[in-house]
C-alpha cells in the first residue's frame, strides 16, 4: 500500500429513494451496416437526440450541475461548437440541450464496417435536492449491427409515440418490431404476413391477447401493449423471430431488445450501508451511511442492504421483488466482468441484455438468513483496490430471475 495511505472511496448510484436517472431518446438508437452504407442515415436531418430525465420521486428536475458524457468509457471532448472531437467519433455528437436538459444530437453515422457492437453513451452529473449535492448516473445503448453478421436480416424494437418509459399510472405503451432484410440494392421492411414473432417480458412470453399487427406507415408490424401492470419499475422486452413455413413457426432469425422503464411507481429502493473491519472502534463496531457514498480504508469492508418499499413507509418492504443484481463500474466507468470473491455476490450474467449485471446471492456465509425482500452484499477494500481505488455500481430488483438464455 506504499504511497496510497489506506484511503478508498465507495461511490454507489443514488439509491433511488430520491432520484431516479434515465437517458431517453427521440428515435430508435439501431443502426445497421449495409455492406455499404449506414442504415438508417444519421448524417442528415434526421437525428437522434439522446437527453437527460431526471427526477426526485416522480418530480422532474431541470437543473443538472458538472455534466460529463463519455462513449464506451472515455469521456467525450467537445470543441467551441459543442462538436465531438474524439477520435473515431469526430463531429458524430453535438452537446444541446432539449426540454431545459442536457443533451447530445447524434449527428454522424456510427455503424461502419469495422464497428458493430453495442455501445453505450453515459452521463454523470450532480442536482441538489433540499440543499444536498447527489450525483447522477444513466446509460443508454446503441446498437451497432451488421446484416452480414445476421444472414442478412436485421431487428429491432420501436415505440409508436417513441415512449419507452410508464410515467403515469394507467400509462400504456405500444411497442413493435421491425424486421429488416438486405437485398441486392436495398433494405426492405418484412411484412407482420411474412414471418412470426414473439414477445417476452422479462423472460415470460407476453399474453397473445397482448400482441397484435399494425399498420405503420405503409408497412405491417407485430405490436406488443405493456401497460403499468405488467412491469415493475424495470423490465427487458424480447422480440424472437422466426421465418413463416407453410403458415407456422419455422426457422428462428434473430431476437430483438429493448428496456422499459416504470417511473410512476410510489415504491423506491433503498440502499443501507454499514463499514465494518479492521479500525472500527471495539465500542463502536460499525458505522451506518445512507448507501450513497462510503469511504474505507484497508482491511474494511462496506456491507449494503437493499430493499424495495413504499415512498412514504421504509419498512413497507415488496417481497415480490426477491432477486437483487448489481453492476460494478471502475474508476473508468467501464463494466467490471472479473471476479468479487467472498462479496456474496455471483459471476455477471453473459447475456449481452444485462450488461454484467451479477446476483446477490442468498444464503450465504457472510449473511446466512437474508430476509425475505432484501438482497446484500459486501464490498472490501480489496474489491475497491481492483477495481482503480474507486468504484461505482448501479443496482436493479426484479420479480423474476434473469438467466443466460433470457
Excluded at 464506451?72 to 465531438?84: H, L, M, P, R, W
Excluded at 419498512?315 to 456474496?344: C, S
Aim: charged content about 15%; proline content about 2%.
Amino acid at each position: 500500500m506504499s504511497g496510497i495511505g489506506g484511503r478508498i472511496a465507495i461511490s454507489l448510484i443514488d439509491d433511488g429513494s430520491q432520484i431516479h436517472s434515465l437517458l431517453r431518446s427521440t428515435m430508435t438508437l439501431n443502426q445497421s451496416w449495409t455492406g455499404n452504407a449506414a442504415s438508417p442515415d444519421w448524417s442528415g436531418n434526421n437525428n437522434p437526440i439522446i437527453y437527460a430525465d431526471i427526477r426526485n420521486g416522480v418530480t422532474p428536475l431541470d437543473a443538472v450541475s458538472n455534466v460529463k458524457w463519455s462513449y464506451n468509457g472515455t469521456e467525450i471532448t467537445f470543441n467551441s461548437n459543442n462538436i465531438s472531437t474524439n477520435a473515431g467519433i469526430s463531429g458524430v455528437f453535438q452537446k444541446i440541450t432539449h426540454n431545459s436538459m442536457p443533451a447530445l444530437k447524434i449527428i454522424g453515422n456510427l455503424a461502419k464496417s469495422d464497428s458493430v457492437n453495442e455501445s453505450v453513451v453515459a452521463l454523470s452529473g450532480s442536482v441538489v435536492v433540499d440543499t444536498a449535492v447527489l450525483p447522477v448516473y444513466a446509460t443508454i445503448n446503441i446498437r451497432l449491427s451488421s446484416f452480414a453478421q445476421n444472414g442478412g436480416y436485421d431487428a429491432y424494437i420501436d415505440s409508436v409515440d417513441g415512449r419507452f418509459a410508464i410515467e403515469n399510472d394507467g400509462d400504456t405503451l405500444y411497442l413493435y418490431n421491425v424486421l429488416k432484410q438486405a437485398g441486392v440494392s436495398d433494405v426492405a421492411t418484412v411484412q407482420a404476413s411474412d414471418y412470426i414473432a414473439e414477445f417476452y417480458i422479462n423472460g415470460v412470453q407476453a399474453a397473445s391477447s397482448k400482441v397484435t399487427t399494425q399498420t405503420i406507415g405503409g408497412s405491417t408490424y407485430y405490436q406488443l401493449t405493456v401497460g403499468d401492470s405488467d412491469i415493475l419499475d424495470y423490465a427487458i422486452i424480447e422480440c424472437k423471430c422466426y421465418k413463416k413455413t407453410a403458415g407456422a413457426k419455422g426457422a428462428y432469425i434473430m431476437s430483438s431488445f429493448i428496456e422499459v422503464n416504470d417511473i410512476s411507481d410510489p415504491e423506491m429502493m433503498y440502499i443501507s450501508s454499514t463499514v465494518g473491519g479492521t479500525g472500527i472502534p471495539s465500542s463502536q463496531t460499525t458505522e451506518t451511511g445512507e448507501g450513497n457514498d462510503n469511504s474505507i480504508h484497508a482491511g474494511q469492508y462496506v456491507d449494503y442492504d437493499i430493499w424495495v418499499a413504499t415512498s412514504t413507509d421504509v419498512t413497507d418492504v415488496n417481497t415480490m421483488f426477491a432477486h437483487y443484481y448489481i453492476q460494478l463500474l471502475t474508476a473508468q466507468k467501464e463494466v467490471y466482468m472479473g471476479e468479487v470473491a467472498n462479496a456474496n455476490l455471483g459471476t455477471p450474467i453473459a447475456s449481452g441484455s444485462f450488461k454484467g449485471y451479477r446476483k446477490m446471492l442468498s444464503p450465504s456465509t457472510i449473511f446466512p438468513s437474508i430476509t425475505s425482500g432484501h438482497g446484500m452484499c459486501r464490498i472490501t477494500a480489496e474489491h475497491v483496490k481492483t477495481l482503480g481505488r474507486k468504484m461505482s455500481g448501479s443496482v436493479i430488483a426484479s420479480d423474476v430471475e434473469l438467466t443466460e438464455s433470457m
